[in-house]
Each structure stands twice: as structure tokens, then as C-alpha cells.
Nanobody
Framework: QVQLVESGGGLVQAGGSLRLSCAASGRTFSRYVMGWFRQAPGKEREFVAGITWTGGAAYYADSVKGRFTISRDTAKNTVYLQMNSLKPEDTAVYYC??????????????????WGQGTQVTVSS
């Protein structure tokens, strides 16, 4: 079955960096969009970034544009989220997700069929 396994979360000071990884298995993802979402305590899960598996298109939430970069390694079946200039408001559980291919890249949670278990990112001030 499809598995998405996130890793790389942790505790970092404001201004620091982290790189999250999402290892995907169980099917061919060439016709999928891979996304990162996050959910802070008491808040809705929100879109962070998405990328087509071919890498031809990427899209970011305004709140992370210029600070976060999404990428993928098709040989490793892994998607990454490089997070720089982290802020305390970036603190959340980060989830990897997969959606059937569509453009523009979907940003709604309901468009994504597969989800990982999440990895905690905590940014201290």
C-alpha cells in the first residue's frame, strides 16, 4: 500500500534551518503532485508547498515564499522541504501528502489522497 514517511523535524531557534524529507512508496508517483501541509495547535491544516513529480511546477503559500523550497529526487522517491529563516509561527506538525496530478497545483486538503503521519517542527524565539 501507499506509504509516505516524513522525517527531519525537530527543535530549532528562530532564523535557523531544517530540511524535511518524505519517503514515498507503494505506487508510481509520476502522475501525482506532492505537497507539504502543516497544522499548528488549535488551527486548521494549511497548505505550505507543492510540486509536480516531474518537477516542472511548484507552488508556495505566501507565508513561506522566499524562505522554503520544495524539491524531489525521483531516483530516491523522496520529496524535500528546505526551510530557512524559520520563525516561531512556523511551529507545527508538518505533513507530506500526494494528490492526483492537476494544474494549478492543488492547495486544498480534500484534493490529497495519501498522507504521512507528520513530523513536529518547533521554532523557539
Amino acid at each position: 500500500q501507499v506509504q509516505l514517511v516524513e522525517s527531519g523535524g525537530g527543535l530549532v531557534q528562530a532564523g535557523g534551518s531544517l530540511r524535511l524529507s518524505c519517503a514515498a512508496s507503494g505506487r508510481t508517483f509520476s502522475r501525482y503532485v506532492m505537497g507539504w501541509f502543516r497544522q499548528a495547535p488549535g488551527k486548521e491544516r494549511e497548505f505550505v508547498a507543492g510540486i509536480t513529480w516531474t518537477g516542472g511546477a511548484a507552488y508556495y503559500a505566501d507565508s513561506v515564499k522566499g524562505r522554503f523550497t520544495i524539491s524531489r529526487d525521483t531516483a530516491k522517491n523522496t520529496v524535500y522541504l528546505q526551510m530557512n529563516s524559520l520563525k516561531p509561527e512556523d511551529t507545527a506538525v508538518y505533513y507530506c501528502a500526494a494528490a492526483p496530478f492537476s494544474l494549478p497545483i492543488p492547495t486544498m486538503r480534500r484534493n490529497y489522497d495519501y498522507w504521512g503521519q507528520g513530523t513536529q517542527v518547533t521554532v523557539s524565539s
